[in-house]
């Protein structure tokens, strides 16, 4: 073995050897029961970021273990043809050559974006390998691919069979830029810090005016009513009048609707059905005219009269100045408010009416919702459930066509003979009128559409496949909480609708990966970001996986930082230590993939072996309770401070005793550093999977080892002293600078006779000459340590200062005071015991009762140097 490890050479050499031996197919386990998990795609555009390595690295963690619990387990990766994101690549690089899509038409500029795809699509999933993701390569999916295109064009085409897909106007949000509608997630809100107008708007009849205020007072010109609420008091004897609408002189009524907050700016809002999506419910409630007065480009049309081609912002400014000459501005403030930009190209965002294809929603809600209120599906944690039924509860209908051309183009002609709309699987040829003067619906389908098909897409639907058969309903869904409505919801609706099942039984939820200075999320527009393949080239693979899962507390947003991730690289240096010192000084080699315990282990041994079964019992627990970061925590402590600090140091001990014992002390240490690698395989399974190749028998990779099954060992009780006893010891040398090889005669005292491996365990650990014998009388001029009923005793004479031992004793002591008393602080405080999470309040009870110990003890030994 090399003396250090190297990232770089090892990750390199196994990724391949895992996908050749197929390993990641879930054909590895023929017999086993299904698991299934499908990867959330990623843009087909895009590069590995943060928040890819840590979903994935969730992901293979569970896939990982499920494989090796002998589950015939699947994760099926693929990307998402991700209409927008993708067309806006393409038409950047027409741009650098002066053209437009336009310039190639629709199929030539669909061509060139295939061309695109078959030349730079693979960069994610070449990265996704790097990042070490056990994903099927044979059952790998596109959005756009041809199986899962018919999908999409069945379900279009049965829900507007069945009256849930309509075509009609309604508000949406369109971004001038890319001249398209957008979805809810391509719309980012940021704070903006502009003006609210308040305006005067006349009665008809002279009796005075009402006041509104507007952030956007260029939509004013399609103003087609002023609201107030039914019961605000002020304006009780105003509703049912006309007013005139300033500049334009249009007269608009006064009307009453509960939609109206009475708390913002005068409690009267003005109604831009056009324009605004309450305004348009008000309108439709009320019966208004919809006057469109800013364009697709972001202009005034012809019905903002003399503002007409003007651009929305620059008639903004010519509309105030316009109102201040006309004595119409009451007046203007300083407004904080979001506005929404187009996550592409930051243009902002203008709520438009506009005529667009739309999913009915409501008849989708309700078993969507029974799904996860009768525990057929489950959050991880819980509280995401209350989140999303909440959001459920207050839908709109759907907005799916996208003014693109890169995309499911929807399956809608237009006769325009007689005016039939025809909705088909197969395109057709001629109007039932008999005419052939057929045009397809130019816009595409919304990307989240044909994502929210996913989980049963990609097996195959709508045909009776044997993976669809075979591993639908998926068992666990990993992502983000940032797409629960956007990606989550709707496959869970579409699955019901089109399956009768759910599509996954667990969804984990997991945070975002962000800066830890700032708290702001992690992104290249933020110039925050963390390239991950950078990462990995420095750190290696297994180091970003294992900090990002141990700084990924179940449902809490991660912070990530260059040390955490060196720390997780020293780690990997230390399990390669520990196994190359197992195989190489302790020549342990051939370890069996499976079994092999010792039937008569030693007490060191069996004392490890218990331990063992313990952790991975408690793994399992956490494991299976998708406490990811729970679990490694524990076993990397388990690891470093139990079987590298403790178990490998009394291992050398006994590698001096007959042959039995030094039998079965090895086959100890090479069955629990299988077990440890194997534990820690889901998370680092490239270091890992190198040194099982030298440990073990050489029968069976490690990834599709079996995981652990640790037999039962009963602990000898004498541990417990000797670990305490052998820290103390450790700590007094090291307190007063005591040379290891310096003699140090140790006094050992208890009720029952301790057995002969831990006198010879503490001398070895310590360089110490322990004996049994009585308390020394007087105890003055001794240091005492005690453990389980064990105690010990130091003799100062010759060894130390007994002023200098005083001194030392009494600082300890008031630290030990301090930390007690902010202990008491925290636990007396209502505020903490009742928002803190009880294992936070019994983590801290427990370190107070610690902490007390520690001080009775130290008081103790204070007064006996007297």
Known sequence: MNP??????????????????????????????????????????????????????????????????????????????????????????????????????????????????????STITDQMRRLGDSTDWSRERFTFDEGLSRAVRRV??????????????????????????????????????????HIKYPFTDGSGYITVATTRPE??????????????????????????????????PVVADEGVERDFGTGAVKVTPAHDPLDFEIGQRHGLEQIVVIDTE??????????????RFEAREAIRSELRELGLLDSVEAHSHAVGHCSRCRTVVEPLLSLQWFVEVQSLVDPAMDAVTSGDTTFHPRRWEKNYLNWMENLHDWCVSRQLWWGHRIPAWYCDACGETIVSMDDPTECSCGSSDLRQDEDVLDTWFSSALWPFSTLGWPDDTEDLAKFYPTSTLVTGFDIIFFWVARMLKMGLHFTGQAPFTDILIHGMVRDVETGAKMSKSA??????????????????????????????????????????RRFGNKLWNAVRFVVEFMEVSDVPADGGYPEDPGPEDAWVLARLGEVTAEVDRLLDAYRLSDAFGLLYNFAWAEVF?????????????????????????????????????????????????????????????????????????????????VTGIRQFRSQHQIPRKAEMPVIVTTSDALPLWWYNQVASLTGATPRAGDRPDPVAGHTRLSADGVEAFIPLTGLIDVDSERQRIAKSIAELEASIARSRTKLDNPNFRDRAPRDVVALEEQRLAETETEFEKQRIQLSELD
Request: aromatic share 8%; hydrophobic share 40%; glycine share 8%.
């Open 4 to 121: 250090t490890y190297q990232p770089g050479e090892v990750e390199a050499r196994w990724y391949e050897v895992w996908e050749s031996s197929g390993s990641f197919r879930p054909e590895v386990n023929p017999d086993g029961e299904p698991f299934s998990i499908v990867i959330p795609p990623p843009n087909v555009t895009g590069a590995l970021h943060t928040g890819h390595a840590l979903d994935h690295t969730m992901q293979d963690i569970i896939i990982r273990r499920k494989r090796m619990q002998g589950y015939a387990a699947l994760w099926l990766p693929g990307t998402d043809h991700a209409g927008i994101a993708t067309q806006n690549v393409v038409e950047r690089e027409l741009r650098a050559e002066g053209k437009t899509r336009h310039d190639l038409g629709r199929e030539a500029f669909i061509e060139r974006v295939w061309t695109w795809k078959a030349k730079y699509g």
């Open 645 to 725: 600090d403790w178990y490998l140091e009394m291992a050398k001990s006994i590698s001096g005793a007959d042959s039995a014992r030094q039998g079965a002390m090895r086959q100890t240490l090479g069955v629990v550093t299988r077990d440890v690698l194997k534990l820690f395989h889901p998370v680092i399974p490239f270091v890992t999977e190198e040194l099982w190749s030298h440990l073990g028998d050489g029968t069976t990779l490690l990834i599709v080892a079996s995981w652990p099954e640790v037999p039962h060992s009963e602990s000898p009780a004498e541990i417990t002293s000797l670990q305490g006893i």
């Open 527 to 568: 110039g925050n970001a963390l390239d991950p393949i950078e990462l990995i080239e420095e750190y290696g693979a297994d180091s970003l996986r294992l900090s990002l899962i141990q700084a990924a507390a179940p449902g809490h947003d991660i912070p990530l930082v260059l040390d955490s991730i060196d720390a997780a």
């Open 156 to 197: 279009f085409v049965t829900l507007y069979e069945e009256n849930l897909i309509y075509r009609a106007n309604r508000i949406i949000n369109w971004c001038p830029r890319c001249h398209t509608a957008l979805s809810e997630i391509e719309v980012e809100h940021e704070d903006h810090v502009g003006e609210l107008i």
């Open 298 to 311: 972001a202009n005034i049309t012809r019905a903002g009269g003399p503002y007409v081609g003007m651009d």
């Open 219 to 252: 939509t004013m010109l399609g103003d087609t009513a002023v609201a107030v609420h039914p019961d605000d008091e002020r304006y009780r004897d105003a509703v049912g009048k006309m007013l005139l609408l300033p500049i334009l002189n249009r007269e608009i």
